[in-house]
């Protein structure tokens, strides 16, 4: 490998990582201003607070009833997580081993609610949710955020379905095995790390979603990261550090989420199986 050594290539990758290093040294200075304001006694026109204290997580934890949206919270996912995994999974399957009059179509389609930005089909989707008498409820939040994570988790099985020889199944066939005990004996094993990685990535995706559980949520059917959005636009008055601790406990639930995710899946890696899979 060449690398090109000019002055002008030097200058360019000196752009570009000191652009780089601007950002993430605004996101950690953003992130650390909302964990120290949690902490903070009190923080006005000094570097840092005046002292420190930890009473706003437990007046947040009151004030917010962050037990019940916690709960309520994990139910959301975990519902959404199972429902995309059991038609996900099979859906990945059949557009991946069978081909059909308007498939490309149909993976369009399926591409649409990942494509599109979540207000856009969020709106008509609660609207007919709501005529339904499903919305303002757990069940009306649940299908609505199927609709972005089933064709998510397709997308993401189609490649590991791809690269399972077909001769495994056939033989699977040939010693009698039915498509159920196919699924269950030959395909599930073969095919549960890509189904881990969809799914936690569903997950944290889920815990993050809060277009479409903004516009389908009730009072008892609020996730945390809707809750937290009430918190800071509701009316009255609220102390700044007890919102900023309710945030801070929305990062640390995402974030330990996605680092479970990121143990079990390398983003890089889907996206080069994908390319190899469709080079061959």
Not at 255 to 264: E, G, K, N, P, Y
Request: charged share 10%; net charge positive.
């Amino acid at each position: 490998m060449i690398r090109d050594t000019t002055l002008g290539a030097k200058l360019w990758i000196t752009a570009v990582w000191a652009v780089i290093g601007f950002f993430i040294l605004n996101l950690l200075a953003m992130i650390a201003a909302v964990v120290v304001s949690s902490f903070a006694t009190r923080w006005l026109g000094t570097w840092m607070p005046l002292g420190w204290t930890t009473r706003w997580y437990t007046s947040a934890w009151d004030e917010f009833q962050l037990n019940d949206v916690l709960i309520v919270t994990f139910q959301v996912v975990f519902l959404v997580v199972f429902l995309s995994g059991l038609i996900g999974v099979p859906a990945a399957y059949a557009m991946a081993r069978r081909d059909f009059p308007g498939k490309k179509v149909v993976m369009l389609l399926f591409l649409l609610p990942l494509l599109v930005p979540p207000i856009t089909f969020g709106i008509p989707l609660a609207t007919v949710l709501y005529r339904a008498g499903l919305a303002g409820s757990m069940t009306g939040v649940v299908l609505a955020n199927l609709v972005p994570t089933v064709p998510f988790v397709v997308l993401v099985m189609i490649p590991f379905v791809e690269q399972i020889d077909q001769r495994i199944e056939a033989a699977a066939r040939v010693f009698g095995a039915n498509t159920f005990k196919l699924f269950r004996h030959v395909l599930v094993p073969l095919l549960l790390p890509g189904i881990l990685a969809a799914l936690l990535l569903v997950l944290v995706r889920t815990i993050a979603m809060f277009e479409l559980t903004f516009l389908t949520a009730g009072p008892t059917s609020q996730t945390l990261v809707v809750a937290l959005y009430y918190a800071v636009f509701a009316s009255g008055v609220r102390a700044v550090q007890s919102i900023d601790a309710m945030a801070v406990v929305y990062m640390i639930t995402t974030l330990i989420w996605l680092l479970i995710a990121l143990r079990f899946v390398n983003p890089t890696q889907i996206v080069a199986r994908a390319k190899s899979e469709h080079a061959h």
